[in-house]
């Protein structure tokens, strides 16, 4: 009766561990493929150039590139226009062959490079951040980009663009070094710039008029749009933009006279101009308390 009984069990058993290791086993790939930024392809010299340029690196930028390399992107930042950073790269060699191109090149002072997982470095300092990975790695990263960097950092990713973002710029061309890397020629340099962040309610006052305006903002990453109320009236705001910091929409208020807005996002505060019929008047408007 044992030995029936063991029989039985030891199959089904066995069957159980099977599925369980199986299990295990395609888990464990997955968030391999999840940590996995992709493999090392670097960008060819004329493309670095373009995307310094494009991102209007300056000696107070501090350039932060996720996915470093041999850290050619930030080397030039530092060396042809002053700036300074550092690159995120989770291979060993890269990493040290990063930083002894900085102490040859005498810029070991102004910039370095860390062995360290891209989706938890401290991103926060970055005046520009640059990346070449692949599509999925980039689209993964943007809430990050949303919640850490602030409004009017430059980002500049290297042919794969971030879903759900209007790119302020971007550059297409064909470059034969690039054959040599991915195989296609094709080159798209994206620029974005972060938005600072604006939806709700915001109360205000039009100049040289009693009339309240009541504004309400929506938000998708960088797209805006919304609703503007003057006294019983309600509008559907035109040509809304937000660049960074700087807010700009028309409330078409009279046909042939819109109102133009423009302001700088100061926490709950927008403070700018409104221009209608060639006159420009102080404005300012407040979030209001959820």
Same mark, same amino acid.
């Given at each position: 009766?044992?030995?029936?009984?063991?029989? +039985?069990?030891?199959?089904?058993?066995?069957?159980? $561990?099977?599925?369980?290791?199986?299990?295990?086993?395609?888990?464990?790939?997955?968030?391999?493929?999840?940590?996995?930024? %992709?493999?090392?392809?670097?960008?060819?010299?004329?493309?670095? *150039?373009?995307?310094?340029?494009? @991102? #209007?690196?300056?000696?107070?930028?501090?350039?932060?590139?996720?996915?470093?390399?041999?850290?050619?992107?930030?080397? /030039?930042?530092?060396?042809?226009?002053?700036?300074? %950073?550092?690159?995120?790269?989770? +291979?060993?060699?890269?990493?040290?062959?990063?930083?002894?191109? *900085?102490?040859?090149?005498? =810029?070991?002072?102004?910039?370095?490079?860390?062995? +360290?997982?891209?989706?938890?470095?401290?991103?926060?300092? @970055?005046?520009?951040? /640059?990346?070449? =990975?692949?599509?999925?790695?980039?689209?993964?990263?943007?809430?990050?980009? +949303?919640?850490?960097?602030?409004?009017?950092?430059? $980002?500049?990713?290297?042919?794969?663009?971030?879903?759900?973002?209007?790119?302020?710029?971007?550059?297409?061309?064909?470059?034969?070094?690039?054959?040599?890397?991915?195989?296609?020629?094709?080159?798209?340099?994206?620029?974005?710039?972060?938005?600072?962040?604006?939806?709700?309610?915001?109360?205000?006052?039009?100049?040289?008029?009693?009339?309240?305006?009541?504004?309400?903002? /929506?938000?998708?990453?960088?797209?805006?749009? #919304?609703?503007?109320?003057? %006294?019983?009236?309600?509008?559907?705001?035109?040509?809304?933009?937000?660049?960074?910091?700087?807010?700009?929409?028309?409330?078409?208020?009279?046909? %042939?006279?819109?109102?133009?807005?423009?302001?700088?996002?100061?926490?709950?505060? $927008?403070?700018?101009?409104?221009?209608?019929?060639?006159?420009?008047?102080?404005?300012? @408007?407040?979030?209001?308390?959820?």
């Amino acid at each position: 009766m044992v030995l029936q009984f063991t029989h +039985q069990v030891v199959p089904v058993f066995a069957a159980r $561990i099977a599925c369980v290791l199986t299990a295990w086993l395609f888990m464990a790939a997955a968030v391999a493929q999840q940590i996995n930024a %992709g493999p090392y392809v670097p960008s060819p010299e004329s493309v670095v *150039a373009d995307m310094l340029k494009v @991102a #209007g690196i300056g000696p107070t930028d501090f350039v932060i590139d996720l996915g470093s390399g041999d850290g050619r992107i930030v080397l /030039t930042a530092a060396k042809v226009y002053g700036a300074q %950073g550092f690159g995120v790269e989770i +291979q060993d060699h890269l990493v040290k062959l990063s930083n002894e191109a *900085a102490r040859k090149e005498g =810029l070991a002072d102004r910039v370095k490079f860390v062995k +360290q997982d891209l989706f938890k470095t401290d991103i926060s300092q @970055a005046t520009v951040l /640059t990346m070449y =990975l692949l599509p999925n790695t980039v689209n993964m990263l943007s809430e990050k980009l +949303q919640k850490e960097l602030r409004p009017g950092t430059r $980002i500049i990713s290297h042919d794969y663009g971030l879903t759900g973002w209007i790119p302020e710029e971007t550059r297409q061309f064909d470059l034969q070094d690039k054959i040599k890397i991915s195989g296609v020629p094709t080159t798209i340099i994206f620029l974005y710039v972060v938005p600072a962040k604006v939806a709700g309610a915001w109360s205000s006052s039009l100049p040289s008029s009693q009339q309240r305006l009541q504004l309400e903002l /929506t938000q998708q990453v960088n797209k805006l749009g #919304g609703t503007a109320k003057v %006294g019983a009236r309600e509008f559907t705001i035109e040509d809304a933009k937000i660049i960074g910091d700087l807010v700009t929409f028309r409330v078409p208020v009279e046909r %042939g006279k819109p109102l133009s807005f423009s302001g700088r996002v100061k926490g709950s505060a $927008i403070e700018g101009t409104v221009e209608t019929g060639g006159v420009r008047s102080p404005w300012s @408007a407040a979030l209001a308390a959820k």
